[in-house]
T-cell receptor
Framework: DAGVTQSPTHLIKTRGQQVTLRCSPKSGHDTVSWYQQALGQGPQFIFQ???????QRGNFPDRFSGHQFPNYSSELNVNALWLGDSALYLC?????????????FGPGTRLTVT | AQSVTQPDIHITVSEGASLELRCNYSYGATPYLFWYVQSPGQGLQLLLK??????LVQGIKGFEAEFKRSQSSFNLRKPSVHWSDAAEYFCAVARRGSTLGRLYFGRGTQLTVWP
C-alpha cells in the first residue's frame, strides 16, 4: 500500500515565477492538507481540500492556491514566488471518516527560490 | 490563539540514556495531542496521539507521552535512546471535536544521540 507521494522531490525557481506541486493521498483517504515548513520551523497549515473544494485555509496569501481532483490527488500552486517561499512543502492525507482527521504525511517537496 | 511551545531547540543524549522532550500548549480547551518525528529527507511520522482516557499513552518505537491537564503539557519520553532515534521531533495539537484535523505544530526539537 503506497503511502502519500509527492512530486517533484526538489525544485529550484526564480523570483516571480510560478510553481505547481503535486500530491497523491494514501489509498482510502479523501482529504488532502498542505503545509509549509520553513527551515528551522514547524509545519504551518496552508489549506485543506475535501470533495474538490477548499475546506479551510491558514494565514497564507492568495498567491497560494490549490486544487483537488476526482481521484483525490491534489496540486498546490504558488504564483509570483518570493524568496521567502523557499521551504519544504508537505502534503498530508486523511479520511473524512476519521474522527479527528489523523493525517499521514508525504516526504515533501523542497522548493528553493533564487 | 492556539500555540504549541517546545522550549528545547536541540537536545543531546548518550545512547542508552533516558529522554524527555517537553511540549506545552495554549488552547481554549484540551485539544487532541500528537507527537511526530521527522528524519532527514523524510516526511512526518506519527509517534503517538492522545484523544481521551488514560493520560499516559504508548506509541511506536518505544516512545510514550503523558498528558498533564494542570500543566497544559504533553511531554514525550523514552527510557533508553537508540542511535536511530536521532531526528527532529514535533509536538502538534488539533481542535477537539473537529473533523477537519488542522494541525498546529511547535517549532520542533532536534535530537542528537552520542554513541
Amino acid at each position: 500500500d503506497a503511502g502519500v507521494t509527492q512530486s517533484p522531490t526538489h525544485l529550484i525557481k526564480t523570483r516571480g515565477q510560478q510553481v505547481t506541486l503535486r500530491c497523491s493521498p494514501k489509498s482510502g483517504h479523501d482529504t488532502v492538507s498542505w503545509y509549509q515548513q520553513a527551515l528551522g520551523q514547524g509545519p504551518q497549515f496552508i489549506f485543506q481540500y475535501y470533495e474538490e473544494e477548499e475546506r479551510q485555509r491558514g494565514n497564507f496569501p492568495d498567491r497560494f492556491s490549490g486544487h483537488q481532483f476526482p481521484n483525490y490527488s491534489s496540486e498546490l500552486n504558488v504564483n509570483a514566488l518570493w524568496l521567502g517561499d523557499s521551504a519544504l512543502y508537505l502534503c498530508a492525507s486523511s479520511s473524512s471518516g476519521s474522527v479527528v482527521g489523523e493525517q499521514y504525511f508525504g516526504p515533501g517537496t523542497r522548493l528553493t527560490v533564487t | 490563539a492556539q500555540s504549541v511551545t517546545q522550549p528545547d531547540i536541540h537536545i543531546t543524549v548518550s545512547e542508552g540514556a533516558s529522554l524527555e522532550l517537553r511540549c506545552n500548549y495554549s488552547y481554549g480547551a484540551t485539544p487532541y495531542l500528537f507527537w511526530y518525528v521527522q528524519s532527514p529527507g523524510q516526511g512526518l511520522q506519527l509517534l503517538l496521539k492522545y484523544f481521551s482516557g488514560d493520560t499516559l499513552v504508548q506509541g511506536i518505537k518505544g516512545f510514550e507521552a503523558e498528558f498533564k491537564r494542570s500543566q497544559s503539557s504533553f511531554n514525550l519520553r523514552k527510557p533508553s535512546v537508540h542511535w536511530s532515534d536521532a531526528a527532529e521531533y514535533f509536538c502538534a495539537v488539533a481542535r477537539r471535536g473537529s473533523t477537519l484535523g488542522r494541525l498546529y505544530f511547535g517549532r520542533g526539537t532536534q535530537l542528537t544521540v552520542w554513541p
